[in-house]
């Protein structure tokens, strides 16, 4: 796969996001970060939520980096209807795992690129997943591997995926940037 860099700024500091990029022959040409206040709003529905801060990360980006093709993501797992923020310790994450056990959720990522001439696409990308019921001490095992560290919910690509049943819609997506969106958006600013 062609790993010459593209004429684009992927402005997301996720390592998952470049490696997935890089597996349809999309490297980006700088990596940034767009440092936006994450929180979220009053009554802020989770789709409304995940769109605005991909939407605000590439708005971000391009002010930074006028005329240059700009590419950016947010992922959000939505549990019951709430937004999961990343758990500041185990304890926290237990209960995660806990809420997720045995029981459906969502994974969404939004994608948005905006052009060299500041046209900014985006797309949406919802991904239903169900989980086996998971054992005290699966859940204890699973926290304890810290590969949710740093990440919401879990990372789905470590051991996580062994209690994975079901998923309906895209992987990549749940990792972080669904593939075949992200392509088309990237052609349509003209990054071949």
């Given at each position: 796969?062609?790993?010459?860099?593209?004429?684009?700024?992927?402005?997301?500091?996720?390592?998952?996001?470049?490696?997935?990029?890089?597996?349809?022959?999309?490297?980006?040409?700088k990596i940034v970060s767009?440092?936006?206040?994450?929180?979220?709003?009053?009554?802020?529905?989770?789709?409304s939520f995940v769109k605005?801060?991909?939407?605000?990360?590439?708005?971000?980006?391009?002010?930074?980096?006028?005329?240059?093709?700009?590419?950016?993501?947010?992922?959000?797992?939505?549990?019951?209807?709430?937004?999961?923020?990343?758990?500041?310790?185990?304890?926290?994450?237990?209960?995660?795992?806990?809420?997720?056990?045995?029981?459906?959720?969502?994974?969404?990522?939004?994608?948005?690129?905006?052009?060299?001439?500041?046209?900014?696409?985006?797309?949406?990308?919802?991904?239903?997943?169900?989980?086996?019921?998971?054992?005290?001490?699966?859940?204890?095992?699973?926290?304890?591997?810290?590969?949710?560290?740093?990440?919401?919910?879990?990372?789905?690509?470590?051991?996580?995926?062994?209690?994975?049943k079901k998923i309906i819609?895209?992987?990549?997506?749940?990792?972080?940037?669904?593939?075949?969106?992200?392509?088309?958006?990237?052609?349509?600013?003209?990054?071949?």
């Amino acid at each position: 796969m062609n790993k010459e860099p593209k004429d684009f700024i992927l402005a997301s500091g996720s390592i998952h996001r470049k490696a997935l990029l890089e597996t349809i022959g999309y490297t980006p040409k700088k990596i940034v970060s767009a440092n936006i206040d994450e929180s979220e709003r009053p009554h802020e529905k989770p789709l409304s939520f995940v769109k605005r801060m991909a939407y605000e990360k590439v708005k971000k980006a391009s002010e930074e980096f006028p005329n240059e093709v700009v590419l950016s993501a947010d992922t959000i797992v939505v549990v019951r209807g709430k937004v999961l923020h990343k758990s500041k310790d185990s304890n926290e994450q237990t209960l995660v795992m806990k809420s997720l056990s045995g029981k459906a959720h969502k994974v969404i990522t939004s994608v948005c690129v905006c052009s060299k001439s500041g046209k900014i696409s985006q797309r949406t990308v919802t991904t239903r997943i169900l989980m086996k019921k998971m054992s005290e001490q699966e859940i204890s095992d699973y926290v304890a591997s810290n590969e949710w560290v740093g990440v919401v919910g879990y990372s789905i690509e470590g051991c996580l995926g062994g209690y994975v049943k079901k998923i309906i819609g895209s992987y990549s997506g749940v990792v972080g940037l669904p593939l075949y969106e992200t392509k088309n958006l990237l052609t349509g600013a003209s990054v071949l």
